[in-house]
Nanobody
Framework: QVQLVESGGGLVEPGGSLRLSCAAS????????MGWWRQGPGKQREWAAS???????NYADSVKGRFTISRDNAKNTVSLQIDSLKPEDTAVYYC?????????WGKGTLVTVSS
């Protein structure tokens, strides 16, 4: 089992920045992809960004240029730097760890973008 705990959410004004973090613990598969998904009000969960254990990052078109994902394999953490926040970025952000046998999820952290 793998446990994922997100942190860093909160209320931020449009144009502001936020940094989300996710710490993984437990029996972590050596080869995995960690990432961030988000679910806005009344919307389905969508993928935002992910990074492989080798460091290859990918982003959804909607966040490209504003989101930066990074990971520390030694600490089993993944972070998401979010800049130029927009009201439409308001969502619960979930950390996920994908491996050959499935996906583990955190409980999510709420990001609210509002003035």
């Amino acid at each position: 089992q793998v446990q994922l705990v997100e942190s860093g959410g909160g209320l931020v004004e449009p144009g502001g920045s936020l940094r989300l973090s996710c710490a993984a613990s437990g029996s972590i598969p050596r080869i995995n992809t960690m990432g961030w998904w988000r679910q806005g009000p009344g919307k389905q969960r969508e993928w935002a960004a992910s990074i492989t254990s080798g460091g290859s990052a990918n982003y959804a078109d909607s966040v490209k240029g504003r989101f930066t994902i990074s990971r520390d394999n030694a600490k089993n953490t993944v972070s998401l730097q979010i800049d130029s926040l927009k009201p439409e970025d308001t969502a619960v952000y979930y950390c996920g760890l994908v491996w050959s046998s499935g996906t583990y999820w955190g409980k999510g952290t709420l990001v609210t973008v509002s003035s």
